[in-house]
């Protein structure tokens, strides 16, 4: 991950459980504010395919970390590769105190961080 430019701050919103087809498929008919408001100061992705069962934790642990994550989805284990988040503290040499997780599921807490040896 390379930074760049004038941002301060980083925001990746997901959406658990929206189906394309009521979402991003008819753009700003359901998601009005995201598609908008929101969308022309960043990027919506939506070329994301599953090819299996997903969950909550194991799907986004495989978003945090960019490789397939078969966690528990209770919230008892870490990712098994470095996160987005860590990547980003290493590249720029910030302090945990500096990012900032907030998850809808208490169980979700387990993304913040992985449970990589690097």
């Known amino acids: ?8 701050n980083v925001i ?4 658990d459980g929206a ?3 009521e979402t991003f498929e008819l ?3 359901y ?3 995201m ?4 969308k022309p100061y960043g990027t919506i992705y939506e070329k994301f395919y599953n090819q299996g069962m997903t969950s909550t934790n194991p799907g986004h642990a495989s978003i945090a970390t960019g490789t397939w994550q078969n966690i528990p989805n209770d ?5 098994t590769m470095p996160t987005v988040f860590e990547y980003f503290r290493h590249q720029l040499s910030i302090s945990q105190e500096k990012n900032y997780f907030i998850g809808g ?3 979700l807490s387990v993304i913040s961080y992985s449970k990589h040896s690097n």
């Open 27 to 29: 753009q700003d008919i």
């Open 105 to 107: 599921k208490s169980k």
């Open 19 to 21: 189906r394309y087809s």
């Open 1 to 8: 991950m390379i930074c760049s430019g004038s941002a301060q």
């Open 35 to 38: 598609w908008n408001e929101m």
């Open 31 to 33: 998601i009005p504010y």
């Open 75 to 79: 919230g008892s284990d870490r990712p």
């Open 12 to 15: 990746i919103i997901v959406i």
